[in-house]
């Protein structure tokens, strides 16, 4: 993390990406932290952009097995603001990419539905974010608190990643 600082001061391009060690070991019976898979699936869907960057990765997590691109390009999903959109169809989506129905969003990989509105954590972003729909339309996206479940921030598009690194279908 400082070599990436240093490299992002010096080079002043912002293009140096640290590709994280999922800490935990082969045979360990506990999964990765949701916020490292995050940043993993962020720094995998950024190499996949064909984007000029350095990316730093520790020799070890190097022997790693990663998730194949087209799983990756298949279970990511862009929304925007006023697309036409069923909600039904975006829980489908969101669970055949592994998010997790939950009754508050706490954490990464997990969505929450309450009437027209969709919580959701995305992978990849720092803040979840309410979906707000109109009908079949998406009528807002913002960003918000999940303490105070107080949205703030408004976007008027959205790229969500696999919430698994890896498919776990046949």
Same mark, same amino acid.
């Given at each position: 993390e400082?070599?990436?600082?240093?490299?992002?001061?010096?080079?002043g391009? !912002? /293009?140096? $990406?640290?590709?994280? %060690?999922?800490?935990?070991?082969?045979y360990?019976?506990?999964?990765?932290?949701?916020?490292? *898979?995050?940043?993993?699936?962020?720094?995998?869907?950024?190499?996949?952009?064909?984007?000029?960057?350095?990316?730093?990765?520790?020799?070890?997590?190097?022997?790693?097995r990663?998730?194949?691109?087209?799983?990756?390009?298949?279970?990511?999903?862009?929304?925007?603001? !006023? /697309?036409? $959109?069923?909600?039904? %169809?975006l829980?489908?989506?969101?669970?055949?990419?592994?998010?997790?129905?939950?009754?508050? *969003?706490?954490?990464?990989?997990?969505f929450a539905r309450r009437?027209?509105?969709?919580?959701?954590?995305?992978?990849?972003?720092?803040?979840?974010?309410?979906?707000?729909?109109?009908?079949?339309?998406?009528?807002?996206?913002?960003?918000?608190?999940?303490?105070?479940?107080?949205?703030?921030?408004?976007?008027?598009?959205?790229?969500?990643?696999?919430a698994?690194e890896f498919?776990?279908?046949?």
């Amino acid at each position: 993390e400082i070599l990436e600082g240093q490299l992002d001061f010096f080079g002043g391009t !912002g /293009q140096t $990406l640290l590709f994280p %060690d999922p800490e935990t070991l082969a045979y360990d019976i506990f999964s990765p932290h949701q916020d490292l *898979v995050s940043r993993r699936l962020s720094v995998l869907a950024r190499l996949l952009e064909n984007t000029p960057t350095l990316t730093i990765v520790a020799l070890p997590t190097l022997f790693q097995r990663l998730p194949p691109k087209p799983y990756i390009t298949a279970n990511s999903l862009s929304l925007a603001s !006023g /697309q036409a $959109l069923n909600i039904a %169809d975006l829980q489908a989506q969101l669970v055949a990419s592994g998010y997790t129905r939950v009754n508050q *969003v706490s954490q990464h990989g997990e969505f929450a539905r309450r009437g027209s509105l969709i919580d959701l954590f995305p992978m990849g972003c720092e803040l979840p974010v309410r979906i707000d729909f109109f009908d079949a339309e998406i009528d807002s996206i913002r960003c918000f608190d999940p303490d105070t479940q107080l949205s703030d921030q408004r976007l008027e598009q959205l790229s969500m990643l696999p919430a698994r690194e890896f498919p776990t279908t046949p």
